[in-house]
């Protein structure tokens, strides 16, 4: 009796001992393996678990020239603001594809589950943002990743965008030689030449099922907010930009993004202040779009 009990002790301790170094073994290995691909990311300046939000305006500055403005509003980890496996899994694959795409920045949100995703955004972005500003404005809501190859980090961002500055973004004509503070913000100039042309085509579609007496329900991969943000600017003294402290708004360097813009048909002007934009005469006419 005494010799078969230990016998089947025997043979189940030897199957639980398999199937704990199996287990182990295979959190390992998945360990491993997450650590890896975040390794890879780092090493390509991508943030993939990590959701960024801010918000971008045009402005003029004291010396008459337009600016580009980018300000953060704070991030968060998806693990924690994406509460369900499914969203933040669809969120993930939707920002991975993109990634492989340099010249879309827009992250689609298509569908009910686009749907569900952009109130996900925008409810964690109410609660990062602070309406600090002097009148209400509506702003466009677009999750955007830009992977132009001259930048050095990549992060999925949940965008605003003041919607009276959209119209600057309607040609390269009327926006590439908008000032930036730094030389990576070129590439918000090309993802709001993105984002322009994707929302005009969004009012359009709801404008066409409105007329039709169809639903919108699902139609919107960008919103519309009602927001009071604070839009003023402080300009770098000619002291702190003398002495190093502070950088000044300059020309975007278009030279470093030449592929992107081979690729996109556009060719920036060799002069960097005549042009449409940031000429006295360019600033008469788009105040009137």
Request: net charge neutral; charged share 20%.
């Amino acid at each position: 009796m005494w010799e078969s009990l230990w016998k089947v002790i025997h043979e189940e301790s030897i199957g639980i001992l398999i199937g704990a170094a199996f287990a182990l073994a295979t959190a390992w290995l998945a360990g491993w393996w997450r650590r890896r691909r975040e390794m890879q990311e780092i090493q390509h300046g991508q943030q993939f678990q990590q959701l960024e939000f801010a918000y971008v305006f045009v402005t003029t500055g004291t010396d008459g020239l337009r600016r580009l403005v980018v300000r953060m509003i704070g991030c968060l980890p998806l693990k924690v603001f994406v509460a369900k496996d499914a969203i933040r899994s669809h969120l993930l694959g939707l920002t991975h594809a993109s990634a492989r795409d340099e010249l879309n920045s827009v992250i689609p949100m298509e569908g009910r589950l686009g749907s569900f995703v952009l109130r996900e955004l925008h409810g964690h972005l109410r609660t990062l943002l602070e309406e600090s500003g002097q009148r209400r404005e509506w702003w466009v809501m677009v999750p955007v990743l830009e992977t132009f190859r001259p930048l050095q980090y990549v992060a999925p961002t949940v965008m605003l965008i003041r919607k009276a500055d959209l119209a600057l973004f309607a040609s390269f004509e009327t926006c590439q030689d908008l000032l930036v503070h730094h030389g990576s913000d070129a590439a918000k100039i090309l993802t709001l030449m993105e984002v322009h042309r994707k929302f005009a085509i969004q009012q359009q579609r709801l404008a066409q099922a409105r007329a039709a007496g169809r639903s919108t329900q699902y139609l919107e991969e960008m919103w519309l907010l009602d927001l009071c943000l604070s839009t003023d600017m402080t300009e770098p003294t000619a002291d702190e930009v003398a002495e190093g402290t502070l950088k000044p708004f300059r020309q975007p360097p278009w030279n470093r993004f030449a592929s992107a813009l081979d690729a996109l048909g556009l060719n920036p002007s060799t002069s960097a202040h005549d042009t449409p934009t940031n000429t006295p005469r360019g600033r008469r006419d788009l105040a009137q779009i």
